[in-house]
């Protein structure tokens, strides 16, 4: 069964590149966003992105990460995908897993589409014979006939968007890392694209999922965690950590 | 278990990771060479030709500069400098790779030798084509052909195996230290030329002192010397071997120490 177990795991950010140390020690004042900048008086300064997380994700959490801009959503995402590993705490973790951070992720502008389709499904992990078996519902799905065959810089913003999309949604896999991506093409295309999405999702045993959207949660996820300066404050039933940080007044786009 | 064990497992299964995904950097590294040289009608075959347009202007004129018979320094220019643009090369873009491929990272379940791969892929596409040339040379001047031309594969993987360590440690130090690709840039121009490239290593003794202190030389010795003279000399692989040894073990030590802090670097 896959799971994800987060034990007392942080994830600090060292600071290379700073003008000066008073820099960021005025920074550190005041600041409604980000995680706490760490200043020791040595001359290393760090960014805590995550402090001190206890989580575990079993088979049918779908889970909505929640927050303000840069309350740790993304930086968790990526330390669940492995590309960082905790500065302290430890992850256990089991099953096939995908990161969708960027739907662009991988394409190369330079090739068609249907070399991109390839392309990124071997990123993604997939065997050329799964490729081929999917590149034609890849291509039937982003209705870009024989488009595909011409390179992808050809394409307008939104038929790159329906490619990467239609690739995207195209990996199955049993721990599902998203972030937040939704409004692909034009509206008949968004409601087709929703659709695939949540057919993905649902097929998938864990996700999580890092979104602004109150609506788009609901409808995917049935937990929610909600993070503030890199700390977990909330985690349970969606509906129940969205009443208690009053996500439906502070919705945004 | 403690961290250094961890560490150690953890760089082992970034490496099986990297063999096991080969079908990742094939497919990679060959769009890389295709991109390279993207919508020109001779494609790939440009890298044979700018190899070709080099040595062919520059041999005949160096080989009477040098007195030196024309066949013998022609294949000797090619051949060196086949060799030290593929060693070059891949060390030099190793030491870009991580940063250059930080968003395949953050997207893919990658391991880093999988990136490494892709850059010894690619320049090994190259080194292929390259190679036609060292075929039109061998028929103009009708090289004599050697048994001695089957170690050429193996004297290949050797190269290889030298060039990853110092692209390995060179990837973990740039990443690190950004100023480390463009000091090595400068470096390696001046390597070029105390290397028996355009000259001769047998010329005088000075000059051979020289070039048997030089690692380079005997990366290339390896390639060239059964080629052109259909020799081989054991004291180049003895040396080449003792290097990829222990710069190995030096090398991945250095990533198992490091590798989890990499991520942060990019």
Redesign the interface.
Known sequence: MPFIKLSNVSLE??I?DTVSRSFTRSLTRGMQVGGKIKNDGSTKSSILALDNLNLTFVDGDRVALLGNNGAGKTSLL?LL?????PTKGHIEKEGK??????LM??M?V??SGY?NI??CG????L??KEILQKVEEIAEFSELGSYLYLPVRLYSQGMTLRLAFSICTSVNSEILLLDEWIGAGDADFIVKARERLSRMVFASSILVFATHHPDVARHLCNKAIYLEHGKLIAFGDIEEVMQHQNLDVLSHN | MPAGNTHFNNALVDLLNGIN?R??WL??GW?DV??RY?RSKLGVFWASLSILIFVGALGPIYASLMSVETRVYMIHLLLGFIVWNFVSNIILECSKEFIGSA????????SYFTLLFRVVWRNTVVLCYQMLVFVILALFFRQPVAVEWAVVPLALLMIMLNALWIGLIMSILAARYRDFSELFNNIFRLVFFVTPIIWMPNANEQLNQIAQLNPFFHLIELFREPLLQGNISLVHWQITAAMAVSGWILAFALFARYR?RI???L
Request: net charge negative; no cysteine.
């Open positions: 950010y060292p290379y990526k995908s492995g590309f960082y590993e897993l995908s990161v969708l951070l960027n992720a991988g190369d330079n090739q070399d390839l392309l071997m990123l993604h992990g065997e050329r | 995904s079908s990742v497919a990679l769009n295709n991109n993207n968003h395949y990272l953050t997207s893919f379940q990658l989890s991520a942060f670097w």
